[in-house]
């Protein structure tokens, strides 16, 4: 089920709140896991079965860390937890993968070897994997609390808002929220204003640009204009699928009374690599600093060792993203990028350059072309047309597929890049903690208001017209 769809907006979701606020206060947390389920198994029941497993598996290996903390079984439990939930992510995620590879390196074809199935990716396994693994080294660590309500630790496993594609959560940090949250009309408002900017952002933008990043990219030896443009218009694709996907995420979770942490902080105009990785899908790069680039040594096991930590954090995030040699590819291109702004000191003097941020920008589409693209051969025929090695302008068999609305739209999202760091406060509701604890949200203006309720009207409208679209990084 999608967020940005009429059976998620007109079924489930008044269903879902109507049933949550009807239910007595300590029954809740039931009857958000159960809604999860539902929104789960809309698409695959079996797989619902895997996502049970999955929260089973990681709940008993927990209480098997904490009953041996502090002994050597408490770091083999933590290891055959861990183990298991990342054999679980390899099968679905890279055995097709390596058959493929395997059936290439010996010139065939998986079916010329007899292997006729191919398994169906789960939505959302990378997330709900990172969740569990992340919760039993929170254990193990002695970071987080074990959690003896199960219904409690399913729920946040499978809380529906961040189910199939983020934002990243840690169990330690949602553990009170599931114990105690606050619920009023001002946060339910400010989190409806939240899912409104995020579906804006899915419907108004990220769909109408898709299908010119999708022509650019399927055309044959791009030239400068053809493959720069599909470039650019994947650059903003995804950044307003994703970027809206976690701020409808925010916004759903605000209207339970949850608060999640942001997931994107206007990572377009970033002046290097590594403030980028700062502002872009800032959950999955605090795991894997946290859960990786620690385990692995950090910077505490000297210069080279800090740096092949670095590149080799980077290279299993490419890989966590597909089992594709572009994805991993596009870890090499971040992580190498990464070790030569650490090895100069760039990425703390990058601030001081003007022309730091247009260098940036650059880099990052120049990966995202390999990110997008079906094949590394592909990309390559991208990148020489990007340094117009295929002509210059865009060729008549092309140029009837650029739309005025792609283009419109395009420019828009552009725009909007620009003008965020100063216009951001103008759409983001403002919460406030207050020295309590709780949380309240500033009034909506009647000029906001009046924004809100023609930017709800215009994603209708958009939603009555199109087809389905799902999230971009449901794929991963």
């Known amino acids: 089920m999608v967020f ?150 399913a729920a946040f496993l499978a809380l529906f808002p961040q189910l199939v594609a983020g934002p990243i959560l840690r169990y330690k940090d949602l553990a009170p929220q599931f114990e105690h949250r606050e619920h009023s009309w001002e946060l339910f408002n400010a989190g409806w204003q939240r899912f409104l900017i995020g579906l804006s952002m899915k419907v108004l933008i990220a769909d109408p640009v898709a299908p010119l990043a999708d022509a650019m990219f399927s055309a044959p030896n791009p030239t400068v204009v053809e493959s720069w443009l599909g470039a650019l218009a994947y650059s903003m694709q995804l950044y307003f699928d994703f970027a809206g996907y976690s701020a409808m995420a925010i916004g759903l979770a605000l209207m339970i009374g949850f608060r999640f942490a942001e997931n994107f902080n206007m990572p377009y105009i970033s002046r290097s690599i590594t403030e980028f990785w700062r502002r872009w899908h800032i959950s999955l790069s605090t795991w894997l600093r946290t859960y990786l680039y620690i385990s692995l040594g950090g910077n505490r096991k000297g210069t080279v060792r800090t740096y092949i930590n670095l590149f080799l954090v980077m290279l299993l995030g490419g890989l966590w993203h597909g089992a594709a040699f572009t ?128 930017l709800a009207i215009f994603c209708l409208m958009r939603l009555a017209e199109q087809t389905y679209s799902p999230f971009l990084y449901f794929q991963f």
């Open 327 to 454: 994805f991993i590819l596009w870890g090499v291109w971040h992580g190498g990028i990464l070790v030569v702004e650490r090895l100069t000191g760039y990425d703390k003097t990058a601030q001081n350059y003007w022309w730091s941020l247009p260098l940036c920008f650059v880099a990052v589409v120049l990966g995202w072309v390999m990110f997008r693209a079906p094949d590394v051969g592909h990309a390559f025929q991208m990148y020489a047309g990007m340094f117009g090695f295929n002509g210059i302008g865009i060729r008549p068999e092309v140029a009837w597929m650029v739309s005025r609305e792609a283009m419109t739209m395009l420019a828009v999202a552009i725009a909007i890049t620009i003008a965020e760091p100063k216009m951001r406060h103008l759409w983001e509701p403002q919460i406030t903690v207050n020295a309590d604890g709780t949380a309240s949200a500033a009034a909506t203006s009647l000029v906001k208001a009046g924004a809100l309720s023609a």
């Open 4 to 153: 940005s769809s009429e059976t998620f907006l007109f079924l489930f979701l008044p269903i879902f709140l109507a049933a949550y606020y009807l239910t007595p206060p300590k029954w809740r947390n039931l009857t958000l896991l159960l809604e999860s389920y539902l929104f789960y198994g809309w698409w695959r029941f079996d797989f619902l079965m895997l996502l049970c497993a999955n929260t089973l598996w990681a709940y008993v290996f927990s209480i098997l860390v904490e009953k041996y903390q502090g002994t050597p079984k408490a770091k083999l439990f933590v290891a055959i937890g861990v183990t298991g939930h990342l054999l679980v992510l390899g099968v679905f995620k890279y055995l097709n993968f390596f058959i493929d590879s395997f059936a290439s390196l010996w010139g065939t074809t998986p079916d010329a070897l007899g292997i006729h199935w191919q398994l169906l990716l789960p939505i959302g396994i990378s997330f709900y994997v990172f969740h569990s693994i992340s919760y039993l080294v929170d254990v193990y660590r002695g970071d987080a609390k074990v959690s003896r309500n199960i219904i409690d630790f």
